[in-house]
């Protein structure tokens, strides 16, 4: 499976952006696409994750939940987006999107074995 994220940018705190991150190869039985970031000095963490055959879900981050909504691109059945509203400087960091192949809790980094390169959000005070 590849990945290819993109969207990010510089943006004013209080503003939005949209992540997109288009999966391709052998993407059946997949479980899970997220979204994960790490901000300069700090670990990874889970933002968001929408199940890959749409049943449940999806998930967010206590830190992003009603500002960020994670879905389906409604024409290209492998692509997701992460639309990002109210942003806050603290939301600063490399977001990577990822793909996990095995069920459970889709909030552990642990068990996604795709990831994507990175796309910077910069948030501004």
């Known amino acids: 499976v590849q990945l290819q994220a993109c969207g990010g940018g510089l943006v004013q705190a209080g503003g939005s952006l949209r992540l997109s991150c288009e999966a391709s190869?052998?993407?059946?039985?997949?479980?899970?696409m997220a979204w994960f970031r790490q901000a300069p000095g700090k670990e990874r963490e889970f933002v968001a994750a929408?199940?890959?055959?749409?049943?449940?879900?999806?998930?967010y981050a206590d830190s992003v939940k009603g500002r960020f909504a994670v879905a389906r691109d409604s024409a290209r059945r492998n692509a997701v987006h992460l639309q990002m509203n109210s942003l806050k400087s603290e939301d600063t960091a490399v977001y990577y999107c990822?793909?996990?192949?095995?069920?459970?809790?889709?909030?552990?980094?642990?068990?996604?074995?795709?990831w994507g390169q990175g796309t910077d959000v910069t948030v501004s005070s």
């Open positions: 990822a793909v996990r192949n095995a069920p459970g809790a889709p909030t552990s980094d642990a068990e996604y074995g795709y």
């Open positions: 190869g052998r993407t059946f039985g997949s479980y899970f």
């Open positions: 929408i199940r890959w055959n749409g049943a449940g879900g999806p998930y």
